[in-house]
C-alpha cells in the first residue's frame, strides 16, 4: 500500500516563501512520478505541476511557472514544492499524488491512485 505523508502548509505574507513536503512510503520500486494538485472552495482540483522521475522533467502549469519548484530527494522517497512570491489567490489545499505512469506533454497525465491528505496554504495580503 502506497502511503503519502504531506508537511509545511501554513500562514504565510504575500510575497513570501514555503515549502511543501510530500514523504511517499509503500512502493515497491522507484518507478513513481509526483503530481502537486490544488483546490479552493466550489472549483474542481487543478494540476499545478508534476515530476516525472524516470528522466526529472518537470511541468508547470501557468498560474505557479516561475513562481513554484518540484525538487526530490530520492533515497528519502521525498518530494518537495518550493514556492515563492506567494500571492492571495495561491490560498488553496494542496496536495500530491503518486502515479505509475506520467505524460508531461499533456499536462501530467498519469494514473494518480494515491493520494496524501492534504495541507491548507494561506497567503494574507
Known amino acids: 500500500e502506497v502511503q503519502l505523508v504531506e508537511s509545511g502548509g501554513g500562514l504565510v505574507q504575500a510575497g513570501g516563501s514555503l515549502r511543501l513536503s510530500c514523504a511517499a512510503s509503500g512502493f515497491t520500486s522507484d518507478d513513481y512520478h509526483i503530481g502537486w494538485f490544488r483546490q479552493t472552495p466550489g472549483n474542481e482540483r487543478e494540476i499545478i505541476s508534476c515530476?516525472?522521475?524516470?528522466?526529472?522533467?518537470?511541468w508547470y502549469a501557468d498560474s505557479v511557472k516561475g513562481r513554484f519548484a518540484v525538487s526530490s530527494a530520492n533515497p528519502e522517497h521525498t518530494v518537495y514544492l518550493q514556492m515563492n512570491s506567494l500571492k492571495p489567490e495561491d490560498t488553496a489545499v494542496y496536495y500530491c499524488a503518486a502515479s505509475n505512469w506520467m505524460i508531461i506533454a499533456t499536462m501530467c497525465a498519469g494514473n494518480f491512485a494515491s493520494w496524501g491528505q492534504g495541507t491548507q496554504v494561506t497567503v494574507s495580503s
Open positions: 515530476l516525472d522521475r524516470s528522466d526529472g522533467v518537470t
